[in-house]
């Protein structure tokens, strides 16, 4: 099945330290997500997107809907070792499309 | 708070059993998911149901069953289990409204099959 194109794949970063990733797609999607995932847990939504453009924040954690509504971005400020685990975009276009998952290390 | 759960959390099975994962959800969502998490191939959807009695098929969902009897559970079935379906099962569940669709997963179930 479709499988959004996310990047970095895997990321090794100091502490403090601010996080990008992105999620790209060549079509269009109406709702944008961002998960978090732990080892050995569930997904766990972060930040819901619906409007092209929009931006949001939770926390230290700000996600963009893409202007284009093909891509959306998550950014995460002054990092900290919890933020350690994967985390995967999700776009919703009929049924939802999951990208392949950045893993961040967060070093002490 | 509402919520999804799963169980067993684990579960250990021989070839050619059949095995059955609850999923229970409090959300009262329309919409109910099982997918499977394999490394290198991310999550990938099994089964979907939008509502009571109405079940479809997603990408992977040969060796699959499930059935929808109410709003809270939609169980997933392995008719004869298969090497190739030692996975992660996550359930979902969606409101599946037109705004504000957010999914939400369940804890998983990791399954074995031996």
């Known amino acids: 099945g479709q499988q959004l194109n996310q990047s970095p794949q895997s990321m090794f970063i100091q502490e403090g330290e601010d996080v990008s990733m992105n999620c790209t797609s060549s079509?269009?999607?109406?709702?944008w997500l961002w998960y978090k995932q732990e080892p050995g847990e569930g997904p766990v939504l972060l930040i819901a997107l619906y409007k092209a453009g929009e931006l949001t924040s939770n926390g230290r954690l700000t996600a963009q809907f893409g202007i284009t509504r093909k891509d959306s971005f998550l950014n995460i400020s002054a990092s900290i070792p919890s933020d350690v685990g994967i985390y995967f975009c999700?776009?919703?276009?009929?049924?939802?499309?999951f990208g392949t998952g950045t893993s961040l290390t967060v070093i002490p | 708070d509402a919520e999804i759960t799963q169980s067993p959390r684990h579960k250990i099975t021989e070839t050619g059993r059949q095995v059955t994962l609850a999923c229970h959800q409090t959300?009262?969502?329309?919409?109910m998911f099982w997918y499977r998490q394999d490394l290198g191939h991310g999550l990938r959807l099994i089964h979907y149901s939008y509502g009571v009695h109405d079940t479809n098929k997603g990408e992977v969902s040969d060796g699959y069953s499930v059935s929808r009897s109410n709003t809270e559970d939609l169980p997933l079935t392995l008719e004869s289990a298969a090497s190739s379906q030692t996975s992660v099962y996550f359930c979902?569940?969606?409101?599946?409204?037109?705004?504000?669709?957010?999914?939400?997963f369940g804890p998983g179930t990791r399954l074995t099959v031996l």
């Open positions: 999700a776009g919703l276009r009929g049924q939802f499309y």
């Open positions: 079509s269009i999607f109406n709702t």
């Open positions: 979902a569940s969606s409101s599946g409204g037109t705004d504000y669709n957010e999914q939400f």
């Open positions: 959300w009262n969502h329309n919409n």
